[in-house]
């Protein structure tokens, strides 16, 4: 079955930090997401991207977010200055059409600020 | 989007039919309906989708009555490996892409 893969599974930073986080989203999907979940909150959307531009984003994900698809296999989430209460999971997720179709997630990366 | 109402938790034994329903008064014509399974620390993995009636695949099925204002997850014959938070969602067949998650429902199956 094809995954959607996350690395790193476990990220640590300091706080003012620059992160990227990487996914590779199933190699036919042309839609792909954010979400994060904070400890034992819920899955919360930061952004969605298609055709290569940003398609709808949340409040969360704001200036200090940024979303690229360098190249035709990875997506990417950078954090320009992280801060603390960035440290939740962050899940890719990628669809090969509509949201009604299924999303396929990633395992996450654990992104601890201290 | 329209709000989705599930139970907060649920037990069961290994074994048995779990029934999960998810209330979702407000549906619009173009939402459909989605279920997702999440274990700790993992992505949610998306079940079983519907519109209407019923919708069977190999790990669910999906009851929804005609007014489709609510649903019904059916997990046959659960397994201790069933313990998972479980998520209905509404799917907006239009413009928007995203998913809209809730608190869930955490099944506990106990030997």
């Known amino acids: 079955e094809p995954e959607v893969t996350q690395t790193p599974s476990h990220q640590v930073t300091q706080m003012g930090q620059e992160v990227i986080l990487r996914c590779v989203p199933i190699?036919?999907?042309?839609?792909f997401y954010w979400y994060r979940q904070i400890l034992g909150q819920k899955v919360e959307f930061l952004v969605s991207f298609y055709n290569n531009e940003i398609s709808e984003k949340s409040e969360i994900f704001d200036d200090q977010f940024s979303v690229e698809r360098p190249d035709g296999s990875n997506f990417t989430l950078k954090i320009r200055s992280t801060k603390l209460e960035d440290s939740a999971m962050y899940f890719c997720?990628?669809?090969?059409?509509?949201?009604?179709?299924?999303?396929?997630f990633g395992s996450g990366t654990r992104l601890t600020v201290v | 989007l329209a709000k989705t109402t599930q139970p907060i938790s649920m037990d069961s034994y290994e074994g048995q039919e779990v029934n999960i329903t998810c209330s979702h008064n407000n549906i619009a014509t173009n939402d459909y309906i989605t279920w997702y399974q999440q274990f700790p620390s993992q992505g949610p993995r998306f079940i079983i989708q519907?519109?209407?009636t019923k919708v069977t695949n190999e790990v669910a099925s999906l009851f929804i009555p005609a007014d489709r204002k609510s649903s019904t997850l059916s997990l046959p014959r659960v397994s201790l490996s069933d313990t998972a938070v479980y998520y209905c969602l509404l799917a907006y067949g239009g413009a928007t892409n995203k998913l809209i998650f809730g608190t869930g429902t955490l099944l506990a199956v106990q030997p």
């Open positions: 519907g519109y209407k």
């Open positions: 190699s036919n999907h042309l839609y």
């Open positions: 997720a990628s669809s090969a059409d509509r949201a009604r179709y299924g999303y396929t």
